[in-house]
T-cell receptor, first 112, second 116 residues
């Protein structure tokens, strides 16, 4: 069974730009969650999507948004990038029956 | 609000020695608890989870953890460390009744070093 895939793996942007990250969950998994990992703040929950609907969200500004498609693939978008948005963005998928998410390798975003 | 405290940001053990990584949580309801491991330049891998069944949970790679409600702890152990266990370990909690199963609150992480 293929794992969670995230594209791109690495990204360099400049302040003020916007970025879109993509996540393909494990086949059959309908829930996709996004996390931000930074040295200072650690791992923080961004949002969760299930069946194309945002089911939960963390405490991030509105510049961070996401969506999920009918095939469960998900994208997250960050607009008006700031230096502090530099982080590893992790996507995770899960099925409703098995409590325990499977994480992808992450997208490392660097904002210059 | 839920929170997770991991005991020690760095732990160093000898190969073959006991691994003990501490985790304490605060939650007003019976939580779900998880341990994840992260190797350099990789995502998180689930080691084990507690979801209100048996209090002693066995995971992958010989790891296990015991849920102790009275101590609000979920410490991770492995009887004999292997060089390949060197990684960063994260304890996490979720509240299935309010935040949902997948909204995890993570601890700050413990970096485990294993020396020969």
């Amino acid at each position: 069974k293929a794992g969670v895939t995230q594209t791109p793996r690495y990204l360099i942007k400049t302040r003020g730009q916007q970025v879109t990250l993509s996540c393909s969950p494990i086949s059959g998994h309908r829930s996709v969650s996004w996390y931000q990992q930074t040295p200072g703040q650690g791992l923080q929950f961004l949002f969760e999507y299930f069946s194309e609907t945002q089911r939960n969200k963390g405490n991030f500004p509105g510049r961070f948004s996401g969506r999920q498609f009918s095939n469960s693939r998900s994208e997250m978008n960050v607009s008006t990038l700031e230096l502090g948005d530099s982080a590893l963005y992790l996507c995770a998928s899960s099925s409703n029956r098995d409590r325990g998410m499977v994480f992808g390798p992450g997208t490392r975003l660097t904002v210059l | 609000a839920q929170s997770v405290t991991q005991l020690g940001s760095h732990v160093s053990v000898s190969e073959g020695a006991l691994v003990l990584l501490g985790c304490n949580y605060s939650s007003s309801v019976p939580p779900y608890l998880f341990w994840y491991v992260q190797y350099p330049n990789q995502g998180l891998q689930l080691l084990l989870k507690y979801t209100s069944a048996a209090t002693l949970v066995k995971g992958i790679n010989g790891f296990e953890a015991e849920f102790k409600k009275s101590e609000t702890s979920f410490h991770l152990t492995k009887p004999s460390a292997h060089m390949s266990d060197a990684a960063e370990y994260f304890c996490a909690v979720s509240d299935p009744f309010s935040g949902g199963y997948n909204k995890l609150i993570f601890g700050a992480g413990t970096r485990l070093a294993v020396h020969p």
